[in-house]
Nanobody
């Protein structure tokens, strides 16, 4: 599907909302999945959410269930991550990636965006 580009990061207060977007340069195949991961310096990349492109099935890490919503925009080849009630521990660089399945293991994803920074102050 070509390169992935994230956007929408920024600095917010705890309790605020933010929407991240991940746009693919080309078509995303129905069998593929787009995942969101986050990472802080010196730590491993951690699964946040994923969507299977064709079915639209969604998957979430326990830490974000009920607060984050992942959705796809087929017309724009984009995936959005709506983050509500942000907490300081949500602060990280967020990456989107494409893979053949909505796996929680980042090693299962082949293509990655450059990341977008989210800062949450208390």
């Amino acid at each position: 599907q070509g390169p992935l580009v994230e956007s929408g990061g920024g600095s917010v207060q705890a309790g605020d909302s933010l929407t991240l977007s991940c746009t693919a340069a080309g078509r995303i195949y129905s069998s593929h999945a787009i995942g969101w991961f986050r990472q802080n310096p010196g730590t491993q990349r951690v699964f946040v959410a994923a969507v299977r492109w064709g079915r639209g099935s969604t998957y979430y890490a326990d830490s974000v269930k009920g607060r984050f919503t992942i959705s796809k925009d087929s017309a724009k080849n984009a995936v959005h991550l709506r983050m509500n009630n942000l907490k300081p521990e949500d602060a990280a660089t967020y990456y989107c990636a494409s893979g053949s399945s909505p796996d929680t293991d980042p090693r299962e994803y082949r293509s990655w965006g450059q990341g977008t920074q989210v800062t949450v102050s208390s």
